[in-house]
């Protein structure tokens, strides 16, 4: 729900709060003391691997403000990307994701993390992420890097060679709401990564439309053909789920099995994932 156009980003089925707030001018000055008071705080989504039934999460961050209350994502990410200062709070959300891994280790074992192109191009990412790893005893392995492309590569060359030396670092790489941009399938073409995510859109309309899920079990071949792995983005029913793994798809992630929430919440949801997945593996059997 986001286009750029020039430099003004305009953002599109917001509800009305957030349509109210985004242009506020205050938004961006609040946003950048927002982790000063500690108004910022990550939310954990799972993400169930189909075959083994293993649990990953996915770090959201969250934005309660005392001033505006709370501010969607994509009103917030979307501000931080034009003022810049995008790159510290990815950096406080690397930090952050980091030491919550470090306290629960045994749960939270693998996580993805969301990264604007702006971090990316930031000459420090390789040795933030480096840092926290080596400082709370997380193997580079247990992270995954997802990359969203809103606007074009300014130098696609640099990134490849950037992405390529994360990669040999160990950090998997995936491509964020596959399909979505007109690049999706050039970005396939060049940079390094593990894993396509598609993008909820897609995902939507497969139980009733057959032209639909063509398209996403064609994306799903495609991907094994060239051994990339592939996760449904926004699964929300029991019957999309059991399409999609039907379909050989590598991991679900949706309402279905669990809305984003805090940590301390992160046995319960993986418990009620494990169980909606355990149905699935018995529906699949019939
Ligand atoms: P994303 O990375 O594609 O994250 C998936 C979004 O879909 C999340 O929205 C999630 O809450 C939502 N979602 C998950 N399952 C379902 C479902 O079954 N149905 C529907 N309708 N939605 C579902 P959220 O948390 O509002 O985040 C929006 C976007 O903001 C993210 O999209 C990501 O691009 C960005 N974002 C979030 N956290 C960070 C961050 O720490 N750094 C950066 N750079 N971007 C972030
Ligand atoms: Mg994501
Ligand atoms: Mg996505
Ligand atoms: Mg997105």
Redesign the pocket.
């Known amino acids: 729900a986001k286009q750029i156009d020039g430099n003004e980003v305009r953002i599109f089925n917001l509800d009305a709060h957030s349509r109210e707030i985004i242009h506020k001018p205050n938004l961006e000055r609040e946003l950048r003391r927002a982790i000063g008071k500690n108004e910022l705080t990550i939310y954990f989504?799972p993400i169930i691997h189909t075959r083994t039934g293993e649990i990953r999460y996915e770090?959201?961050?969250r934005w309660f403000s005392a001033k505006l209350g709370p501010v969607?994502?994509?009103v917030f990410?979307a501000t931080a990307e034009k003022s810049g200062y995008?790159q510290e709070?990815?950096r406080w959300?690397i930090e952050n994701v980091c030491r919550e891994m470090g306290i629960v280790h045994q749960r939270l074992k693998r996580v993805s993390i969301?990264?604007?192109t702006k971090t990316l191009e930031s000459s420090e990412l390789e040795y933030v992420l480096c840092s926290a790893c080596a400082r709370y005893d997380i193997n580079p392995n247990q992270i995954e890097l997802?990359l969203?492309e809103h606007t074009l590569l300014r130098d696609e060359e640099e990134l490849i060679v950037k992405l390529g030396r994360l990669r040999e670092i160990g950090f998997r790489l995936a491509i964020?709401?596959f399909g979505m941009s007109h690049a999706s399938f050039n970005y396939l073409r060049v940079l390094p990564v593990d894993k396509i995510k598609i993008d909820?859109a897609f995902i939507q309309n497969i139980v009733y439309d057959s032209r639909e899920f063509h398209i996403v079990s064609s994306i799903l071949s495609l991907a094994k053909k060239i051994g990339v792995d592939v996760t449904a983005?926004?699964?929300?029913t029991k019957e999309q789920a059991l399409l999609m793994m039907g379909a050989g798809c590598d991991e679900l992630?949706?309402?279905y099995f669990s809305k984003?929430a805090p940590n301390d919440i992160l046995l319960k949801m993986s418990e009620k994932t494990k169980n909606q997945w355990l149905d699935l593996v018995e529906l699949n059997k019939v």
């Open positions: 989504q770090a959201l961050l969607s994502p994509e990410i995008i709070i990815d959300v969301n990264l604007s997802e969203t964020d709401d909820k983005e926004g699964v929300e992630q949706g309402y984003p």
